[in-house]
């Protein structure tokens, strides 16, 4: 499985975002996907996940009431809608996926390249 992460740029706070990730490949083995993100001189840390099958979602508390993470299986992508976006969002965005939940909120499912987003004050 390959993955395609999209969307990120510059916003001021308050702004939202809407960033993709698009899955190529055999899906079959990604029972969950999610999103990650690293601010600078921090470690990745886990945003949100979604089942492709069931549509069950599971937020990081940092993000919970402003972002949404949601899929569209047609088109094999998952997407996070970030709202009231705050300087501390600023990070390299990643999606990832694995057959497993816990695997992946560990960091050890597969991943894709990162997106940029940066928000200004």
């Known amino acids: 499985v390959q993955l395609q992460a999209s969307g990120g740029g510059l916003v001021q706070a308050g702004d939202s975002l809407r960033l993709s990730c698009a899955a190529s490949?055999?899906?079959?083995?990604?029972?969950?996907m999610g999103w990650f993100r690293q601010a600078p001189r921090k470690e990745r840390e886990f945003v949100a996940d979604i089942t492709w099958s069931g549509g069950s979602r599971f937020y990081a508390d940092s993000v919970k009431g402003r972002f949404t993470i949601s899929r569209d299986r047609a088109k094999n992508t998952v997407y996070l809608q970030m709202n009231s976006l705050k300087p501390e969002d600023t990070a390299v965005y990643y999606c990832?996926?694995?057959?497993?939940?816990?695997?992946?909120?560990?960091?050890?499912?597969?991943w894709g390249q990162g997106t940029l987003v940066t928000v200004s004050s």
């Open positions: 490949g055999s899906t079959r083995g990604s029972y969950v």
């Open positions: 990832s996926g694995s057959p497993s939940q816990i695997t992946l909120r560990q960091g050890g499912g597969y």
